[in-house]
């Protein structure tokens, strides 16, 4: 319940940050501040980004101190970062650090070891375990999507933020259930002499992964896939508001913010029936769980695309972006949720959870990039239209390279453990995290 919790606050407020967007971009209008919707995109952006980005030195943190005290001081952090961009919310540049520095560094701190956490109490059905704790940041995305738009049109930004602090206190008490119960042991004595760097090298970076074509190819093709994946949540209300989907302005914005709701909703279905299908024993096999995968990115990408077509629905332009966001939902479930099992099927359990470390690292680039690309475009066209579009071109560029996986054979990654058996990585909670055996 704790890693639900986690997911669920965590993501609730990043993936619900179009619908402050909103508001911060009037507010910032007012102010007089220029290019106020790439600037406004970038807050969400930081954090979403930092996020990813600090997640394989975080796998290194928690190796040292442990998942227990990273997790308490990621609450801490988070909570500190929302308190003061209550306070200092009026100006943009306090919350790239606030918002999207100090609440992402936190939010990274919790967030890995509480997908870590999990291989130390589930060892089977791990697909089925991940899709339901990943399921949390759907529910709670549905609820703060009602709940962020009637603070937002009642009182504001700043109790908004407020709310934000008091959530965020919360990962402080999940934090402190996360007690490992795998043993850790001290590292062997290596049999071949080697650099000082190496060492080094071996000790901190498990470099069988990036020996390992397969996990190239992936870890190269799903960053490409994501340059436009949060370009949705960051922008979708916006877009829908400039449609517009009411003439009423307040019924406007309510439907508008509905469409992240929806987009929530669907998502959960997606990761909860998508973990399930994970684990059958003809998706475990012969990598078939990325083909999953490559469906999710290739139907992500013309979602995307097909939203900016909604208007010609006429009368039925809500019914059309709901229907739309209602399908790219469900494979953005299924995408998030075979992240951790594909990394187990294509690295062993030695290598998955540094494989995930980087993965999300690599990913915090294209998602910090693309809503700020998206907001440039929509400050000197005045549309959302190219901006849309060029977003639903990534994802299915991804699918196509993700082919590419099926030129290289699997391998063996049981006799493959069992030949190197501890000899480069030292035990730790992160790498026993996943133990999964197929």
């Not at 997908?115 to 609820?143: D, E, P």
């Not at 090298?201 to 870890?219: I, P, S, T």
């Not at 915090?364 to 060029?390: C, E, H, M, Q, R």
């Amino acid at each position: 319940s704790s890693c639900f919790l986690v997911n669920g606050i965590i993501f609730g407020i990043i993936n619900t940050f179009g619908i402050l967007f909103v508001q911060l971009k009037k507010d910032m209008e007012e102010a007089g501040v220029e290019d106020a919707a790439t600037k406004c995109a970038l807050v969400g952006s930081l954090t979403i980004g930092t996020t990813f980005f600090l997640s394989f030195l975080v796998g290194m943190l928690a190796d040292k101190i442990g998942l227990r005290l990273t997790s308490i001081i990621g609450g801490v952090l988070a909570t500190l970062g929302m308190v003061l961009s209550a306070v200092g919310y009026k100006h943009i540049e306090v919350l790239y650090v606030t918002y999207g520095i100090m609440f992402g560094t936190g939010s990274s701190l919790v967030y890995t070891p509480s997908l870590t956490i999990l291989g130390h109490y589930f060892r089977k059905k791990l697909g089925v375990v991940n899709g339901i704790v990943t399921a949390g940041s759907s529910l709670f995305t549905i609820g703060l999507s009602f709940i962020n738009q009637y603070i937002l049109e009642t009182h504001g930004l700043e109790p908004c933020l407020q709310m934000f602090a008091g959530l965020s206190s919360l990962l402080i008490l999940c934090a402190l259930t996360f007690i490992p119960v795998l043993p850790t042991t001290t590292p062997p004595v290596r049999e071949k002499k080697m650099s000082r760097l190496m060492e080094v090298a071996e000790k901190l970076v498990y470099l069988d992964n990036w020996r390992n074509k397969r996990f190239v190819v992936w870890a190269f093709a799903i960053p490409l896939a994501l340059f436009g994946y949060f370009v949705p949540y960051c922008h979708l209300p916006q877009f829908a508001k400039d449609i517009p989907l009411d003439q009423d302005d307040l019924i406007n914005g309510e439907k508008a913010s509905k469409l992240i709701m929806c987009i929530g909703v669907s998502s959960g279905l997606g990761r909860v029936a998508s973990g399930f299908i994970a684990d059958l024993p003809a998706v475990k096999r012969n990598g078939n769980r990325i083909i999953l995968q490559q469906i999710s990115f290739f139907s992500i990408g013309i979602c995307t695309m097909l939203l900016t077509t909604a208007q010609l629905f006429g009368d039925n332009v809500f019914l059309a972006m709901l229907s739309f966001c209602f399908i790219l939902g469900i494979f953005d479930g299924c995408f998030i949720t075979m992240l951790g099992p594909i990394a187990f099927d294509i690295c062993g359990p030695a290598g998955a959870g540094q494989a995930i470390g980087f993965l999300l690292a690599m990913c915090s680039i294209p998602l910090t990039i693309g809503p700020p690309v998206a907001g440039a475009i929509y400050d000197k066209v005045g549309d959302y239209t190219g901006a849309f579009l060029g977003a639903g071109v990534p994802p299915i560029v991804g699918a196509v390279v993700m082919l590419t996986i099926r030129c290289f054979p699997p391998e063996d990654q049981d006799s493959k453990l069992s030949e190197k058996k501890a000899k480069y990585l030292p035990q730790s909670e992160t790498k026993n995290s996943l133990v999964e055996k197929i």
